[in-house]
C-alpha cells in the first residue's frame, strides 16, 4: 500500500491523519503495515543482548493489543474525532510503564516486572488515540549513550545511540512514526543525532515522568522522537497535558505545548559561542554544523557569537546524578551481579556514600550556573542557542556495556548535550545531513530558554525545512 507513491510508514504524522479520515489508510491496516516493517527490518524478534546482524530495537511487542487499539482507533475516526495523533503506531522505551506489559529497563535485574498502571507519559497518547505497538529497548536502566543491544539501521557494526537506542532505532527503520524516549544526559537527543532523526527534549518539568523508572530525578526528561520536528511538536503537545499522580507545585497547571507553526527566521538571534571549539569535533561533525550555519544566515537569521558562560563542573554533575541514581538502585544492592558490567560499575552500590552536603552544595552550584545562562540569554536577546549535538558520528557498536567508559563531559556523545539537563532548557536536535566522509548522520540542536518551549519548536520546525534530511534506502 502507497499513498502518492509513498509508503504510509515514510510519512509525517499530519498526512497519516489526513488519509485515515478520507479513506484512502485505516488504523488497521497502518498497525498491519508497522508490525509488517518489524517483522522485515527489526532482524528477528526481540532479544536481550541482539544479534550483530539485527537493529533489535524491540524489548517487547504486543501485536494484538495493537490490532485492538487500532480498531478502537477507526471507531473513534468514525466518529468524528480529529485528534493527530489517533492511530498513530507508537514504540515506547522500557521504562514507561504501559499497563499489563513487561517494564524491565532491558535489564535481567527485572526481566519479569508488569506494570500495573499506565505512566502518565503513555496514559497522555493512549487517550489521544495512539496505537502501543510495544517497548523498545534502553541503554540498561538508561544508564548510557549507546544501547549496544541494538543496530544503528545505517550501519548495523555502529551504535544506534542511547540511551533511547531503540526509539531511535525504530524511527529510523521505519518500523514507527513515533516514539517515546528520556533524557538524564542527551539520551533522547543522542539517538537523534546518530540514527539522522529528529527529537525533542522540553524544558524540565513540561512532561510528567510519573510512571517512568528514573535515573536522576532532577536531571530526567521526557519526550518524543519522531522523523521531523513537527511531528515531536505534535506528541509533546499531548505529553505536556498528561495528568500528574503529584502535583504540589502546580505544575500541571500550565497549559499544554501548543503545536507551533514555522516562523520566518528573519531577525531570529542564533548564538553561536566557543563550546565546540573546545571539544574535539569530528570533521563530518563541523561540517553539519557549519552548513547549518550558513543556512540560517541566508533565511535571514542573525548570527551572534558569544563567549559562554561557565557549565557546571563535572564533578558537581556526577555527585547529583550519582546520588539520586544509587538512591533508586539501592533496591537492587544484593543482585547487583545481574547488571551489565558499565552499569554496575558506574552504579558502585559499594562506594562510600554521597553525603547530603555534598548533594546540595552540588545543587546550589547547578541553581547558579542555570541562572547564569538564564541571564546569558535575557541580556544577550538569544532566541537560540546552536550547537552540535554529538561530538562523532555513530562510534562501534559492541563496548558500550564494557567497564571502564567515560560519562559526562569527557563523553563526545554527551559533550553537550549535559549542560541543558542541568539547565532544563528546552532542545531541538534535527539531522543535518550525512558526513561526506563517513556517509552517517550528523545533527544539530537549537537550544531555547527555559519554558520557551514552542518558540524553539517554531525556529527548529523552520530550519528542518531548508536542512538535508537523510534518508536510508532499503
Not at 542527551?186 to 527534549?201: C, E, M, Q, V
Not at 563535572?314 to 544492592?333: N, V, W
Not at 532566541?383 to 562501534?396: I, K, M, Q, S, Y
Not at 558500550?400 to 554527551?414: I, Q, S
Request: with cysteine.
Amino acid at each position: 500500500m502507497a499513498i502518492n507513491d509513498v509508503h504510509p510508514l515514510d510519512l509525517g504524522i499530519r498526512p497519516l491523519a489526513s488519509a485515515l479520515r478520507d479513506g484512502s489508510l485505516s488504523a488497521r491496516e497502518l498497525t498491519a503495515l508497522a508490525l509488517t516493517r518489524i517483522e522485515e527490518r527489526n532482524g528477528g524478534a526481540p532479544s536481550f543482548d541482539g544479534a550483530p546482524d539485527a537493529i533489535n530495537a524491540w524489548a517487547s511487542l504486543d501485536p494484538e493489543g495493537a490490532q485492538r487499539a487500532a480498531e478502537a482507533a477507526d471507531a473513534r475516526i468514525a466518529a468524528g474525532d480529529e485528534s493527530l495523533l489517533l492511530g498513530i503506531p507508537v514504540g515506547v522505551k522500557d521504562l514507561y510503564a504501559v499497563a499489563g506489559r513487561p517494564l524491565t529497563a532491558s535489564s535481567r535485574l527485572r526481566q519479569d516486572e508488569v506494570a500495573d498502571a499506565d505512566s502518565a507519559a503513555w496514559a497522555a497518547l493512549a487517550e489521544a488515540g495512539a496505537v502501543y505497538i510495544g517497548q523498545t529497548h534502553t541503554h540498561e536502566f538508561a544508564a548510557g549513550g549507546t544501547t549496544d543491544q541494538v543496530g544503528n539501521p545505517w550501519d548495523l557494526t555502529r551504535s544506534a545511540g542511547g540511551s533511547s537506542g531503540g526509539s531511535g532505532a525504530a524511527i529510523a527503520a521505519g518500523m514507527v512514526p513515533l516514539a517515546l524516549g528520556t533524557d538524564t544526559a542527551g539520551s533522547l537527543r543522542i539517538p537523534a543525532a546518530l540514527d539522522g532523526i529528529s527529537a525533542f527534549k522540553p524544558s524540565f518539568g513540561r512532561v510528567p515522568v510519573d510512571g517512568v523508572i528514573p535515573l536522576s530525578w532532577t536531571l530526567d526528561h521526557a519526550g518524543p522522537l519522531a522523523r521531523t520536528i513537527e511531528d515531536c511538536a505534535i506528541a509533546v503537545s499531548a505529553l505536556s497535558g498528561g495528568r500528574r499522580a503529584r502535583d504540589p507545585f502546580g505544575v500541571g497547571s500550565r497549559a499544554p505545548i501548543a503545536v507551533p507553526t514555522a516562523r520566518s527566521l528573519a531577525g531570529v538571534r542564533v548564538a553561536v559561542t566557543g563550546r565546540p571549539d573546545d571539544v574535539d569535533v569530528e570533521a563530518d561533525v563541523r561540517d553539519g554544523y557549519d552548513r547549518t550555519v550558513a543556512v540560517l544566515r541566508d533565511l535571514g537569521a542573525e548570527i551572534v557569537e558569544l563567549a559562554a558562560p561557565a557549565d557546571l563542573a563535572k564533578g558537581d554533575y556526577d555527585t547529583i546524578f550519582l546520588a539520586e541514581a544509587r538512591a533508586y538502585h539501592r533496591q537492587y544492592a544484593s543482585r547487583a551481579e545481574k547488571y551489565r558490567p558499565s552499569v554496575r560499575e558506574f552504579l558502585a552500590q559499594e562506594a562510600q556514600p554521597i553525603s547530603v552536603d555534598a548533594y546540595l552544595a552540588a545543587q546550589q552550584r547547578r541553581l547558579a550556573v542555570t541562572a547564569a545562562w538564564d541571564e546569558w540569554f535575557r541580556t544577550n536577546r538569544v532566541d537560540v542557542v546552536l550547537e552540535p549535538t554529538a561530538a562523532c558520528t555513530a562510534p562501534e557498536r559492541g563496548g558500550g556495556y564494557d567497564a571502564g567508559k567515560p560519562m559526562g563531559g569527557t563523553d563526545p556523545l554527551t559533550a553537550f548535550t549535559a549542560t541543558w539537563n542541568v539547565t532544563g532548557f528546552p532542545v531541538a536536535a534535527l539531522p543535518a545531513g550525512l558526513g561526506e566522509r563517513t556517509t552517517l548522520p550528523v545533527g544539530v540542536s537549537l537550544i531555547g530558554r527555559f519554558d520557551d518551549d514552542e518558540n524553539t519548536l517554531a525556529i527548529a520546525i523552520a530550519l528542518q525545512e531548508h536542512l538535508p534530511m537523510p534518508k536510508r534506502e532499503w
